[in-house]
């Protein structure tokens, strides 16, 4: 008798604690940035002094996408050549990383592995690697063919599909 209660106990534990075993190494993290580079999510535009247009969508989102000319175009210690926020309704929503070459993707995906553990690999075409965060959304993206990729951060709720 206590066997099997020792067994109903162990088999109790197993099914609580494997689904969180799984979403920590698959993609999720606890350090969940909030935000980008000090800007949290749904932050006025009038908190990010010198922005300058870069565009504005064609769909019924009427999202805008903005850049700062004098920023330095690194992230972490890897150049990259565009950094873009975007905004809906005035508030803070999506960064947009663009950038070239494989070493730059390695070094990104390493830092960012570093930082908030493995990512889910979506790989389809290309080299995709996301993470998934309470507020955070972050996906990885490298095309080997054009030799060029994205990394997208954005609030979950407006997270790429």
């Known amino acids: 008798m206590k066997q099997y209660f020792a067994s109903c106990i162990l088999v109790g534990f197993s099914v609580f604690f494997f689904p969180v075993v799984l979403l920590a190494d698959d993609g999720v993290f606890e350090n969940d940035p909030n935000g980008f580079k000090g800007y949290s999510w749904n932050a006025n ?82 080299r995709d690697v996301s993470w998934v965060g309470p507020h955070t959304h972050m996906i990885l993206r490298y095309d080997d063919e054009f030799d060029i990729g994205v990394l997208v951060i954005s609030q979950v709720e407006h997270r790429p599909r």
Not at 85 to 114: H, M, P, W
């Open 45 to 126: 535009i009038v908190e990010f002094d010198g922005l300058v247009l870069w565009g504005e969508s064609e769909d019924l989102s009427e999202s805008k996408t903005y850049y700062f000319p004098s920023e330095l175009l690194t992230v972490g210690d890897i150049n990259v050549e565009k950094i873009l926020y975007s905004f809906g309704g005035g508030e803070f929503q999506r960064v947009t990383i663009k950038y070239r070459a494989r070493e730059s993707y390695n070094g990104l995906l390493s830092a960012l592995t570093f930082r908030f553990g493995s990512g889910r690999d979506e790989s389809r075409f290309s």
